[in-house]
């Protein structure tokens, strides 16, 4: 069993803007592009990562797509902008029992605050095994603000 102190709160502060974070890191995601509100990220098939019916868990997949996701925002917004998803859509096209899986995402803005993201994801061979649309806001207030906003 694990100590309370073991359980959080956390402090990560990341090497760059656009990298990895610790869970990420922990699914073995390789950030392959980011630029230009466009990302591509690889992921690959561990077996720590399989569900009972030894495809790739459903929930590595929706990490993957929303961590491209939020690389390709990164590549758009100012550097320690904190923003968060909000909602999300996905669709589960075919299973993935193998290989590298490649997520490509592309986002653009929706006025103020609010950011539309997909991203669809690739099977080593090429197959379209999952898409996500997902909305993401930014928070109101921004580390780099200078004035007081209401």
């Known amino acids: 069993m694990m100590k309370e102190q073991e359980l959080g709160p956390y402090r990560v502060e990341l090497d760059q803007w656009i990298a990895c974070a610790p869970f990420e890191n922990w699914l073995e995601m390789t950030i392959v592009a980011a630029r230009q509100g466009r990302?591509?990220?690889?992921?690959?098939?561990?077996p720590q990562m399989a569900n009972g019916g030894s495809m790739l868990h459903g929930g590595a997949l929706v990490s993957l797509a929303d961590t491209a996701c939020v690389m390709a925002m990164k590549s758009l917004v100012p550097e320690n902008s904190h923003f968060a998803t909000i909602q999300m859509q996905v669709d589960f096209l075919a299973p993935v029992l193998q290989g590298l899986v490649t997520a490509q995402a592309q986002v653009e803005p929706q006025g103020d605050r609010l950011w539309q993201a997909k991203a669809e994801l690739?099977?080593?061979?090429?197959?379209?095994?999952?898409?996500?649309?997902?909305?993401?806001?930014?928070?109101?207030?921004q580390p780099y603000d200078t004035e007081e906003q209401p």
């Open 39 to 46: 990302a591509e990220l690889t992921m690959p098939f561990r």
């Open 122 to 141: 690739f099977s080593h061979q090429g197959q379209k095994v999952m898409t996500l649309s997902a909305r993401f806001k930014m928070a109101r207030r």
